[in-house]
Protein backbone atom coordinates (compact mmCIF):
# COMPACT_ATOMS: atom_id res chain seq x y z
CA UNK A 1 0.00 0.00 0.00
CA UNK A 2 1.50 3.72 -0.99
CA UNK A 3 1.67 6.44 1.26
CA UNK A 4 -1.32 9.73 1.00
CA UNK A 5 0.54 12.90 0.44
CA UNK A 6 -1.17 16.03 1.22
CA UNK A 7 1.13 18.78 -0.03
CA UNK A 8 -0.26 22.56 1.10
CA UNK A 9 1.29 25.15 -1.72
CA UNK A 10 -0.99 28.13 -0.48
CA UNK A 11 -3.35 28.84 2.35
CA UNK A 12 -1.03 28.17 4.95
CA UNK A 13 0.45 31.24 7.45
CA UNK A 14 -1.63 33.47 4.57
CA UNK A 15 -5.17 34.56 4.14
CA UNK A 16 -5.68 33.70 0.47
CA UNK A 17 -4.19 31.55 -2.45
CA UNK A 18 -6.15 28.23 -1.14
CA UNK A 19 -4.37 24.95 -3.00
CA UNK A 20 -3.67 21.77 -1.94
CA UNK A 21 -2.48 18.90 -3.75
CA UNK A 22 -2.73 15.37 -2.96
CA UNK A 23 -1.12 12.57 -4.59
CA UNK A 24 -1.67 8.58 -4.55
CA UNK A 25 0.03 6.18 -5.89
CA UNK A 26 2.47 8.57 -8.33
CA UNK A 27 -1.45 10.08 -9.37
CA UNK A 28 -2.57 13.62 -7.85
CA UNK A 29 -5.72 15.38 -7.41
CA UNK A 30 -5.18 19.27 -6.87
CA UNK A 31 -8.34 21.18 -4.71
CA UNK A 32 -8.88 25.04 -5.19
CA UNK A 33 -6.04 27.31 -7.24
CA UNK A 34 -6.87 30.26 -5.26
CA UNK A 35 -4.88 33.83 -5.60
CA UNK A 36 -4.38 36.54 -3.02
CA UNK A 37 -4.52 40.00 -3.76
CA UNK A 38 -1.17 42.70 -3.54
CA UNK A 39 -0.02 44.04 -0.60
CA UNK A 40 1.07 47.66 -0.26
CA UNK A 41 4.49 47.01 -0.90
CA UNK A 42 3.97 44.72 -3.55
CA UNK A 43 4.01 48.16 -6.71
CA UNK A 44 2.72 47.05 -9.87
CA UNK A 45 1.61 44.02 -9.28
CA UNK A 46 -1.90 42.86 -10.04
CA UNK A 47 -2.65 39.78 -7.94
CA UNK A 48 -0.60 36.81 -6.33
CA UNK A 49 -0.48 33.50 -7.23
CA UNK A 50 0.91 30.44 -5.21
CA UNK A 51 3.97 28.75 -6.81
CA UNK A 52 2.63 26.19 -9.23
CA UNK A 53 6.37 24.59 -10.05
CA UNK A 54 5.53 21.36 -8.40
CA UNK A 55 2.11 20.97 -10.77
CA UNK A 56 3.69 21.69 -13.68
CA UNK A 57 6.84 19.26 -13.32
CA UNK A 58 3.83 16.56 -12.61
CA UNK A 59 1.02 17.91 -15.07
CA UNK A 60 0.91 14.33 -16.88
CA UNK A 61 -0.37 13.01 -13.34
CA UNK A 62 -2.65 15.00 -12.59
CA UNK A 63 -6.03 13.27 -12.68
CA UNK A 64 -8.30 16.27 -12.45
CA UNK A 65 -8.72 19.84 -10.13
CA UNK A 66 -11.79 20.06 -7.88
CA UNK A 67 -13.23 23.82 -6.85
CA UNK A 68 -14.69 24.16 -3.78
CA UNK A 69 -16.71 27.37 -4.49
CA UNK A 70 -16.24 30.34 -6.71
CA UNK A 71 -14.70 32.84 -4.72
CA UNK A 72 -11.25 34.14 -5.94
CA UNK A 73 -9.17 32.75 -3.18
CA UNK A 74 -9.82 29.24 -4.48
CA UNK A 75 -10.73 29.79 -8.17
CA UNK A 76 -9.15 32.56 -9.12
CA UNK A 77 -5.76 31.06 -10.26
CA UNK A 78 -7.18 28.39 -12.19
CA UNK A 79 -6.98 30.32 -15.83
CA UNK A 80 -2.79 31.28 -14.64
CA UNK A 81 -2.27 27.83 -13.75
CA UNK A 82 -4.01 25.64 -17.01
CA UNK A 83 -1.77 28.31 -18.88
CA UNK A 84 1.10 26.89 -17.57
CA UNK A 85 -0.18 23.20 -17.70
CA UNK A 86 -1.89 23.64 -21.41
CA UNK A 87 1.05 22.57 -23.50
CA UNK A 88 1.22 19.70 -21.16
CA UNK A 89 -1.50 18.42 -19.89
CA UNK A 90 -5.19 19.48 -19.43
CA UNK A 91 -6.89 18.09 -16.62
CA UNK A 92 -10.98 18.20 -16.39
CA UNK A 93 -12.01 20.69 -14.34
CA UNK A 94 -14.74 19.69 -10.88
CA UNK A 95 -16.96 22.34 -8.89
CA UNK A 96 -20.67 22.86 -8.36
CA UNK A 97 -23.16 24.64 -11.10
CA UNK A 98 -22.31 27.84 -9.70
CA UNK A 99 -18.69 27.46 -9.35
CA UNK A 100 -18.64 25.61 -12.46
CA UNK A 101 -20.07 28.31 -14.20
CA UNK A 102 -17.71 30.99 -13.02
CA UNK A 103 -14.32 28.75 -14.06
CA UNK A 104 -15.78 28.69 -17.07
CA UNK A 105 -16.17 32.62 -17.63
CA UNK A 106 -12.69 32.96 -16.15
CA UNK A 107 -11.62 30.30 -18.79
CA UNK A 108 -13.32 31.82 -21.68
CA UNK A 109 -11.04 35.63 -21.14
CA UNK A 110 -7.78 33.55 -21.15
CA UNK A 111 -9.34 31.31 -24.52
CA UNK A 112 -8.63 28.59 -22.35
CA UNK A 113 -12.25 27.10 -24.12
CA UNK A 114 -11.17 23.37 -24.17
CA UNK A 115 -10.44 22.43 -20.59
CA UNK A 116 -13.11 20.13 -19.47
CA UNK A 117 -15.37 22.00 -17.01
CA UNK A 118 -17.73 19.59 -15.06
CA UNK A 119 -20.53 20.43 -12.82
CA UNK A 120 -20.78 17.95 -9.69
CA UNK A 121 -23.65 17.57 -7.61
CA UNK A 122 -23.32 17.46 -4.23
CA UNK A 123 -22.85 13.50 -3.32
CA UNK A 124 -22.17 12.34 -7.14
CA UNK A 125 -19.39 10.29 -6.81
CA UNK A 126 -16.50 10.35 -9.27
CA UNK A 127 -13.27 8.32 -9.77
CA UNK A 128 -10.23 10.23 -10.40
CA UNK A 129 -7.54 7.86 -10.68
CA UNK A 130 -6.74 6.07 -7.09
CA UNK A 131 -9.55 8.44 -6.00
CA UNK A 132 -13.32 8.56 -5.42
CA UNK A 133 -14.11 11.89 -5.21
CA UNK A 134 -17.63 13.36 -3.84
CA UNK A 135 -19.03 16.98 -3.27
CA UNK A 136 -20.52 17.74 0.35
CA UNK A 137 -23.05 20.44 0.42
CA UNK A 138 -21.81 23.63 2.74
CA UNK A 139 -23.06 26.90 3.19
CA UNK A 140 -20.62 30.11 3.59
CA UNK A 141 -21.24 33.17 1.60
CA UNK A 142 -21.93 32.04 -2.07
CA UNK A 143 -24.39 29.33 -3.28
CA UNK A 144 -22.40 25.66 -4.49
CA UNK A 145 -20.39 25.67 -1.57
CA UNK A 146 -19.00 22.11 -0.80
CA UNK A 147 -16.69 19.98 0.87
CA UNK A 148 -14.54 17.63 -0.74
CA UNK A 149 -14.27 13.80 0.12
CA UNK A 150 -11.40 12.38 -1.18
CA UNK A 151 -11.41 8.32 -0.92
CA UNK A 152 -7.99 6.15 -1.39
CA UNK A 153 -6.92 2.70 0.33
CA UNK A 154 -5.53 4.43 2.29
CA UNK A 155 -8.44 6.07 3.86
CA UNK A 156 -10.64 9.20 3.31
CA UNK A 157 -9.32 13.21 3.15
CA UNK A 158 -11.85 15.77 4.00
CA UNK A 159 -10.90 19.77 2.68
CA UNK A 160 -14.02 21.78 4.65
CA UNK A 161 -13.35 24.82 1.68
CA UNK A 162 -14.87 27.55 3.63
CA UNK A 163 -18.05 26.98 5.58
CA UNK A 164 -20.29 28.00 8.05
CA UNK A 165 -23.45 26.41 10.28
CA UNK A 166 -25.49 28.58 8.97
CA UNK A 167 -29.28 27.13 10.37
CA UNK A 168 -31.73 29.95 8.01
CA UNK A 169 -29.26 30.46 4.81
CA UNK A 170 -31.00 32.34 2.19
CA UNK A 171 -30.49 30.46 -0.85
CA UNK A 172 -30.96 26.43 0.14
CA UNK A 173 -30.78 23.87 2.28
CA UNK A 174 -28.44 24.25 5.48
CA UNK A 175 -25.08 22.28 5.36
CA UNK A 176 -25.53 18.50 4.84
CA UNK A 177 -24.51 17.46 8.66
CA UNK A 178 -26.21 13.96 8.17
CA UNK A 179 -23.46 13.19 5.53
CA UNK A 180 -20.83 14.80 7.66
CA UNK A 181 -21.71 12.87 10.50
CA UNK A 182 -21.76 9.57 7.88
CA UNK A 183 -18.54 10.15 7.32
CA UNK A 184 -17.24 10.62 10.82
CA UNK A 185 -19.32 7.29 11.60
CA UNK A 186 -16.82 5.14 8.91
CA UNK A 187 -13.85 6.84 10.10
CA UNK A 188 -12.26 9.76 8.75
CA UNK A 189 -8.88 10.25 8.30
CA UNK A 190 -7.41 13.29 7.90
CA UNK A 191 -9.27 16.64 7.89
CA UNK A 192 -8.20 19.79 6.48
CA UNK A 193 -10.30 22.26 8.25
CA UNK A 194 -10.80 26.06 7.49
CA UNK A 195 -9.14 28.19 10.28
CA UNK A 196 -10.71 31.75 9.03
CA UNK A 197 -12.63 32.63 11.88
CA UNK A 198 -10.77 30.14 14.34
CA UNK A 199 -10.23 33.38 16.26
CA UNK A 200 -13.80 34.12 16.78
CA UNK A 201 -16.12 32.95 19.92
CA UNK A 202 -19.20 31.31 19.53
CA UNK A 203 -21.34 30.46 16.04
CA UNK A 204 -21.28 33.11 13.23
CA UNK A 205 -24.74 35.12 12.39
CA UNK A 206 -26.94 33.40 9.91
CA UNK A 207 -27.22 35.56 6.54
CA UNK A 208 -30.32 35.92 6.88
CA UNK A 209 -30.16 38.76 9.93
CA UNK A 210 -28.60 40.90 6.80
CA UNK A 211 -31.63 41.59 4.84
CA UNK A 212 -33.90 43.16 7.19
CA UNK A 213 -30.85 45.37 8.72
CA UNK A 214 -30.09 46.51 4.85
CA UNK A 215 -33.44 47.91 4.66
CA UNK A 216 -33.62 49.56 7.66
CA UNK A 217 -30.52 51.00 6.79
CA UNK A 218 -31.44 51.99 3.22
CA UNK A 219 -35.07 53.79 4.91
CA UNK A 220 -32.77 56.15 6.77
CA UNK A 221 -31.21 57.04 3.28
CA UNK A 222 -32.13 60.39 1.93
CA UNK A 223 -29.89 60.52 -1.19
CA UNK A 224 -28.22 58.18 -3.61
CA UNK A 225 -27.34 54.60 -1.75
CA UNK A 226 -24.16 52.97 -2.80
CA UNK A 227 -23.41 49.42 -1.64
CA UNK A 228 -19.98 47.51 -1.71
CA UNK A 229 -19.46 44.06 -1.46
CA UNK A 230 -17.54 41.06 -2.67
CA UNK A 231 -18.70 40.91 -6.24
CA UNK A 232 -18.87 36.89 -5.53
CA UNK A 233 -21.45 37.38 -2.84
CA UNK A 234 -24.55 36.40 -4.76
CA UNK A 235 -26.72 36.27 -1.37
CA UNK A 236 -25.39 39.89 -0.49
CA UNK A 237 -26.62 40.69 -4.47
CA UNK A 238 -30.11 39.30 -3.29
CA UNK A 239 -30.75 41.09 -0.15
CA UNK A 240 -29.64 44.45 -1.17
CA UNK A 241 -31.71 43.97 -4.61
CA UNK A 242 -34.63 42.67 -2.22
CA UNK A 243 -34.32 46.19 -0.15
CA UNK A 244 -34.24 48.45 -2.88
CA UNK A 245 -37.57 46.85 -4.16
CA UNK A 246 -39.19 47.55 -0.68
CA UNK A 247 -37.99 50.94 -1.20
CA UNK A 248 -38.97 51.27 -4.75
CA UNK A 249 -35.15 52.46 -5.56
CA UNK A 250 -33.91 51.27 -9.06
CA UNK A 251 -31.01 49.52 -8.98
CA UNK A 252 -27.60 49.71 -10.86
CA UNK A 253 -24.28 47.48 -10.98
CA UNK A 254 -21.12 49.06 -11.10
CA UNK A 255 -17.61 47.07 -11.83
CA UNK A 256 -16.53 44.37 -14.30
CA UNK A 257 -16.66 41.36 -12.03
CA UNK A 258 -19.95 42.42 -10.35
CA UNK A 259 -21.84 42.57 -13.19
CA UNK A 260 -20.87 39.20 -14.91
CA UNK A 261 -20.89 37.61 -11.54
CA UNK A 262 -24.94 38.48 -11.19
CA UNK A 263 -25.17 37.84 -15.04
CA UNK A 264 -23.96 34.29 -13.90
CA UNK A 265 -26.08 34.12 -10.75
CA UNK A 266 -29.20 34.76 -12.59
CA UNK A 267 -28.86 33.06 -15.48
CA UNK A 268 -28.69 29.83 -12.58
CA UNK A 269 -31.65 31.01 -10.79
CA UNK A 270 -29.82 32.39 -7.54
CA UNK A 271 -30.27 35.97 -8.00
CA UNK A 272 -34.44 37.31 -9.01
CA UNK A 273 -34.29 41.24 -9.79
CA UNK A 274 -37.99 42.17 -10.95
CA UNK A 275 -38.53 43.31 -14.33
CA UNK A 276 -37.54 46.82 -15.18
CA UNK A 277 -35.75 47.51 -11.90
CA UNK A 278 -32.50 47.50 -13.05
CA UNK A 279 -30.63 50.43 -14.63
CA UNK A 280 -27.15 50.67 -16.50
CA UNK A 281 -24.64 52.58 -14.50
CA UNK A 282 -24.39 55.49 -17.11
CA UNK A 283 -28.47 55.96 -16.09
CA UNK A 284 -27.96 56.68 -12.45
CA UNK A 285 -27.76 60.61 -12.72
CA UNK A 286 -30.69 60.46 -15.15
CA UNK A 287 -32.94 59.23 -11.82
CA UNK A 288 -33.77 61.21 -8.81
CA UNK A 289 -31.15 60.65 -5.98
CA UNK A 290 -33.47 58.73 -3.53
CA UNK A 291 -34.47 56.24 -6.03
CA UNK A 292 -30.85 54.97 -6.97
CA UNK A 293 -29.35 51.77 -5.27
CA UNK A 294 -25.66 51.20 -6.61
CA UNK A 295 -24.17 48.01 -5.69
CA UNK A 296 -20.36 48.12 -7.00
CA UNK A 297 -17.10 46.59 -6.39
CA UNK A 298 -14.22 47.40 -4.02
CA UNK A 299 -15.25 46.35 -0.56
CA UNK A 300 -11.19 45.81 -0.19
CA UNK A 301 -10.31 49.45 -1.28
CA UNK A 302 -8.43 48.04 -4.15
CA UNK A 303 -6.69 50.36 -6.40
CA UNK A 304 -8.73 50.12 -9.72
CA UNK A 305 -11.64 49.27 -8.43
CA UNK A 306 -15.39 50.76 -8.85
CA UNK A 307 -15.57 52.61 -5.36
CA UNK A 308 -11.93 53.12 -4.97
CA UNK A 309 -12.13 55.16 -8.10
CA UNK A 310 -15.58 56.95 -7.28
CA UNK A 311 -13.83 57.92 -3.96
CA UNK A 312 -10.91 59.61 -5.76
CA UNK A 313 -13.44 61.26 -8.54
CA UNK A 314 -11.84 59.56 -11.16
CA UNK A 315 -15.14 57.07 -12.22
CA UNK A 316 -16.38 57.98 -15.58
CA UNK A 317 -20.22 57.25 -14.73
CA UNK A 318 -20.90 57.42 -10.84
CA UNK A 319 -19.46 61.08 -9.44
CA UNK A 320 -19.54 61.15 -5.09
CA UNK A 321 -21.49 64.04 -3.71
CA UNK A 322 -22.74 65.18 0.00
CA UNK A 323 -25.54 63.32 0.96
CA UNK A 324 -24.82 59.79 -1.12
CA UNK A 325 -24.82 56.99 1.65
CA UNK A 326 -22.01 54.48 1.15
CA UNK A 327 -22.71 50.92 3.45
CA UNK A 328 -19.58 48.70 3.41
CA UNK A 329 -21.26 45.45 3.66
CA UNK A 330 -18.02 43.55 3.28
CA UNK A 331 -15.19 43.41 6.54
CA UNK A 332 -11.72 43.97 5.50
CA UNK A 333 -9.62 40.55 4.56
CA UNK A 334 -7.05 41.25 6.97
CA UNK A 335 -3.71 42.88 5.71
CA UNK A 336 -6.60 45.26 3.74
CA UNK A 337 -7.55 47.46 6.40
CA UNK A 338 -5.49 50.37 5.36
CA UNK A 339 -7.09 50.65 1.58
CA UNK A 340 -10.37 50.38 3.34
CA UNK A 341 -9.73 52.71 5.59
CA UNK A 342 -8.23 55.52 3.00
CA UNK A 343 -11.10 55.11 0.85
CA UNK A 344 -13.56 55.90 4.07
CA UNK A 345 -11.83 58.20 4.70
CA UNK A 346 -12.01 59.91 0.79
CA UNK A 347 -15.91 58.90 1.34
CA UNK A 348 -16.24 61.54 4.47
CA UNK A 349 -13.86 64.45 2.68
CA UNK A 350 -16.65 63.91 -0.39
CA UNK A 351 -19.48 64.82 2.40
CA UNK A 352 -20.72 60.66 1.82
CA UNK A 353 -22.39 59.24 5.05
CA UNK A 354 -20.46 55.74 5.71
CA UNK A 355 -22.13 52.94 7.21
CA UNK A 356 -19.63 49.93 8.11
CA UNK A 357 -20.39 46.55 9.47
CA UNK A 358 -19.32 48.66 13.25
CA UNK A 359 -22.72 50.73 12.86
CA UNK A 360 -25.19 48.22 11.66
CA UNK A 361 -25.30 44.42 10.95
CA UNK A 362 -25.22 44.78 7.62
CA UNK A 363 -22.59 41.24 6.94
CA UNK A 364 -22.41 38.53 7.93
CA UNK A 365 -18.99 36.07 7.77
CA UNK A 366 -19.12 32.77 5.55
CA UNK A 367 -17.01 31.44 7.97
CA UNK A 368 -17.69 29.59 11.03
CA UNK A 369 -16.82 30.88 14.69
CA UNK A 370 -15.18 28.58 17.05
CA UNK A 371 -18.28 26.46 17.98
CA UNK A 372 -18.72 25.90 14.70
CA UNK A 373 -15.20 24.60 14.24
CA UNK A 374 -16.06 22.71 17.31
CA UNK A 375 -18.73 21.12 15.70
CA UNK A 376 -17.49 20.00 12.62
CA UNK A 377 -14.58 18.03 14.45
CA UNK A 378 -16.88 16.65 16.41
CA UNK A 379 -19.03 15.61 14.03
CA UNK A 380 -15.78 14.09 11.83
CA UNK A 381 -13.73 12.86 14.55
CA UNK A 382 -10.70 12.64 12.38
CA UNK A 383 -8.04 10.58 13.21
CA UNK A 384 -5.68 13.64 11.83
CA UNK A 385 -6.11 17.34 11.40
CA UNK A 386 -4.35 19.70 9.53
CA UNK A 387 -5.79 23.26 9.74
CA UNK A 388 -5.88 24.89 6.68
CA UNK A 389 -7.01 28.63 5.49
CA UNK A 390 -5.56 30.92 7.22
CA UNK A 391 -2.63 32.79 9.23
CA UNK A 392 -0.42 31.26 11.70
CA UNK A 393 -2.53 32.38 14.95
CA UNK A 394 -5.40 31.04 13.44
CA UNK A 395 -4.03 28.00 12.88
CA UNK A 396 -2.58 27.74 15.84
CA UNK A 397 -6.29 28.50 17.15
CA UNK A 398 -8.25 26.14 15.38
CA UNK A 399 -5.13 23.50 16.68
CA UNK A 400 -5.70 24.27 20.31
CA UNK A 401 -10.25 23.51 19.65
CA UNK A 402 -9.33 19.92 18.21
CA UNK A 403 -7.37 19.21 21.18
CA UNK A 404 -10.27 20.98 23.38
CA UNK A 405 -12.71 18.42 22.06
CA UNK A 406 -10.48 15.69 22.46
CA UNK A 407 -7.83 14.89 19.52
CA UNK A 408 -4.57 14.08 20.53
CA UNK A 409 -1.63 16.71 20.03
CA UNK A 410 0.51 14.16 18.29
CA UNK A 411 -2.33 14.04 15.92
CA UNK A 412 -2.81 17.54 15.23
CA UNK A 413 -0.14 18.60 12.23
CA UNK A 414 0.68 22.49 12.10
CA UNK A 415 1.72 22.58 8.82
CA UNK A 416 3.12 25.23 6.61
CA UNK A 417 3.15 25.66 2.49
CA UNK A 418 5.49 23.43 1.18
CA UNK A 419 5.23 20.78 3.79
CA UNK A 420 3.81 17.61 2.76
CA UNK A 421 2.15 15.10 5.48
CA UNK A 422 2.55 11.61 4.44
CA UNK A 423 -0.18 8.98 6.31
CA UNK A 424 0.58 5.28 5.19
CA UNK A 425 1.16 2.25 7.40
CA UNK A 426 4.02 4.22 9.80
CA UNK A 427 0.89 6.40 10.68
CA UNK A 428 1.26 10.00 9.50
CA UNK A 429 4.70 12.17 9.34
CA UNK A 430 5.66 15.34 7.28
CA UNK A 431 7.61 14.31 4.28
CA UNK A 432 10.63 16.97 2.78
CA UNK A 433 9.75 20.15 1.79
CA UNK A 434 8.50 21.00 -1.27
CA UNK A 435 8.95 24.23 -3.59
CA UNK A 436 6.09 26.76 -2.85
CA UNK A 437 5.99 30.42 -1.99
CA UNK A 438 4.53 33.15 -4.73
CA UNK A 439 4.68 33.93 -8.25
CA UNK A 440 3.38 37.25 -9.50
CA UNK A 441 0.94 38.75 -11.96
CA UNK A 442 2.10 42.27 -13.89
CA UNK A 443 -0.44 43.07 -16.54
CA UNK A 444 -1.02 39.77 -18.34
CA UNK A 445 2.37 38.14 -17.73
CA UNK A 446 3.38 36.35 -14.88
CA UNK A 447 6.62 36.64 -12.66
CA UNK A 448 9.01 34.39 -10.79
CA UNK A 449 8.83 34.59 -7.29
CA UNK A 450 12.70 36.44 -7.00
CA UNK A 451 11.62 38.37 -9.39
CA UNK A 452 13.87 41.65 -9.38
CA UNK A 453 11.33 43.82 -10.68
CA UNK A 454 9.69 44.59 -7.28
CA UNK A 455 12.95 45.30 -5.56
CA UNK A 456 13.56 48.11 -8.16
CA UNK A 457 10.04 49.33 -7.73
CA UNK A 458 10.00 49.61 -4.05
CA UNK A 459 14.02 51.75 -4.60
CA UNK A 460 12.32 53.67 -6.86
CA UNK A 461 9.13 54.25 -4.82
CA UNK A 462 11.27 55.61 -1.79
CA UNK A 463 14.31 57.08 -3.14
CA UNK A 464 13.12 58.22 -6.93
CA UNK A 465 16.23 57.84 -10.56
CA UNK A 466 19.21 59.17 -11.61
CA UNK A 467 20.08 59.10 -14.93
CA UNK A 468 23.41 60.54 -16.25
CA UNK A 469 24.35 60.51 -19.65
CA UNK A 470 27.98 60.73 -20.64
CA UNK A 471 29.83 61.62 -23.86
CA UNK A 472 32.98 60.11 -24.50
CA UNK A 473 35.70 60.02 -26.99
CA UNK A 474 35.79 57.13 -28.78
CA UNK A 475 39.47 57.32 -29.19
CA UNK A 476 40.92 58.38 -25.70
CA UNK A 477 37.74 57.59 -23.69
CA UNK A 478 37.64 61.11 -22.32
CA UNK A 479 34.31 63.54 -21.43
CA UNK A 480 33.52 65.38 -25.24
CA UNK A 481 30.89 67.20 -23.92
CA UNK A 482 28.66 68.53 -20.67
CA UNK A 483 27.18 65.72 -18.72
CA UNK A 484 23.42 65.67 -19.03
CA UNK A 485 21.43 65.13 -15.07
CA UNK A 486 17.95 63.93 -14.90
CA UNK A 487 16.44 62.99 -11.89
CA UNK A 488 13.04 62.29 -11.00
CA UNK A 489 11.46 61.76 -7.56
CA UNK A 490 14.69 62.15 -5.71
CA UNK A 491 13.88 63.51 -2.01
CA UNK A 492 15.07 66.81 -1.59
CA UNK A 493 17.56 66.83 -4.26
CA UNK A 494 16.36 70.45 -5.50
CA UNK A 495 17.06 71.54 -1.99
CA UNK A 496 21.21 70.11 -2.51
CA UNK A 497 22.49 73.68 -3.52
CA UNK A 498 24.83 73.22 -6.71
CA UNK A 499 24.06 68.94 -6.39
CA UNK A 500 23.86 68.90 -9.95
CA UNK A 501 27.40 70.48 -10.92
CA UNK A 502 29.15 68.12 -8.30
CA UNK A 503 27.40 65.27 -10.12
CA UNK A 504 28.71 66.35 -13.36
CA UNK A 505 32.27 66.89 -11.29
CA UNK A 506 32.04 63.48 -9.95
CA UNK A 507 31.34 62.26 -13.68
CA UNK A 508 34.08 63.55 -15.21
CA UNK A 509 36.76 62.57 -12.55
CA UNK A 510 35.20 58.58 -12.94
CA UNK A 511 35.84 58.93 -16.28
CA UNK A 512 39.52 60.40 -15.95
CA UNK A 513 40.45 57.65 -13.91
CA UNK A 514 38.75 54.99 -15.98
CA UNK A 515 40.51 56.58 -18.82
CA UNK A 516 43.87 56.20 -17.30
CA UNK A 517 43.00 52.91 -16.16
CA UNK A 518 42.98 51.83 -19.59
CA UNK A 519 38.65 51.02 -19.18
CA UNK A 520 37.35 51.46 -22.36
CA UNK A 521 34.38 49.18 -23.02
CA UNK A 522 30.96 50.54 -22.29
CA UNK A 523 29.95 47.73 -19.86
CA UNK A 524 32.71 48.22 -17.69
CA UNK A 525 32.48 52.03 -18.03
CA UNK A 526 29.07 51.93 -16.72
CA UNK A 527 29.72 50.07 -13.78
CA UNK A 528 32.69 51.77 -12.54
CA UNK A 529 30.74 55.40 -13.04
CA UNK A 530 27.25 53.37 -11.55
CA UNK A 531 29.61 52.95 -8.33
CA UNK A 532 31.24 55.70 -8.06
CA UNK A 533 28.13 57.93 -8.35
CA UNK A 534 26.05 55.81 -5.92
CA UNK A 535 28.41 56.17 -3.15
CA UNK A 536 28.49 60.29 -4.10
CA UNK A 537 25.06 60.48 -3.80
CA UNK A 538 24.95 58.79 -0.66
CA UNK A 539 27.08 60.60 0.91
CA UNK A 540 25.57 64.16 -0.01
CA UNK A 541 21.46 63.35 0.65
CA UNK A 542 21.98 60.05 2.42
CA UNK A 543 19.88 58.29 0.30
CA UNK A 544 19.98 55.37 -2.37
CA UNK A 545 18.24 56.23 -5.41
CA UNK A 546 18.67 54.07 -8.29
CA UNK A 547 21.50 55.38 -10.49
CA UNK A 548 21.45 54.87 -14.37
CA UNK A 549 24.51 55.87 -16.68
CA UNK A 550 24.55 55.98 -20.00
CA UNK A 551 27.91 56.38 -21.70
CA UNK A 552 27.73 57.34 -25.28
CA UNK A 553 30.71 57.44 -27.93
CA UNK A 554 30.99 59.72 -30.88
Known sequence: MNALRVLPLGGLGEIGKNLTVLEFGDRVVVVDTGL????????????????????RERAAE?????????????????????????????????????????ARSKLDEHRL????????????????????????????????????????????????????????????????????????RQGLLLLLGDSTNANRPGFSPSERIVGPELERVFARAEGRIIVTSFASNIHRVQQVVDAAAALQRK???????MRKNVGIGRSLGH??????????????????????????????????????RMAYNDHPQVKLRAGDTVVFSATPIPGNERAVGETVDRLYHLGCHVVTPAEAMIHASGHGHQEELKLMLNLLKPRYVMPVHGDYKRLHLHAELAGAVGIPPERVFRAENGLPLEIGRFGARFGDPQRSGMVFVDGVDIG?????????????????????VATISEQTGESVAPTEVIFRGVPFADQADGLVEEIRGEVERSLESAARDGVREIDM??????????????????????????????
Open 36 to 55: RFPTAEMLGIDLVLPDFTFL
Open 62 to 102: IEGIVITHGHEDHLGALPWILRELAPLHLPPVYGGRLTGAM
Open 113 to 184: RDVPVIDLDPATRVALGPFTVELVHMTHSIPDSCAVSLTTEVGTVLVTGDYKFDQTPVDGPPADVSRLAELG
Open 251 to 257: VALVGRS
Open 271 to 308: IQIPEGMMIGAHEVEDWPDDKVVVISTGSQGEPLSALR
Open 448 to 468: DPADVALRDRRMLSADGIFIV
Open 525 to 554: LQQELHDDLAAFVYERLRRRPMVLPVVVEV
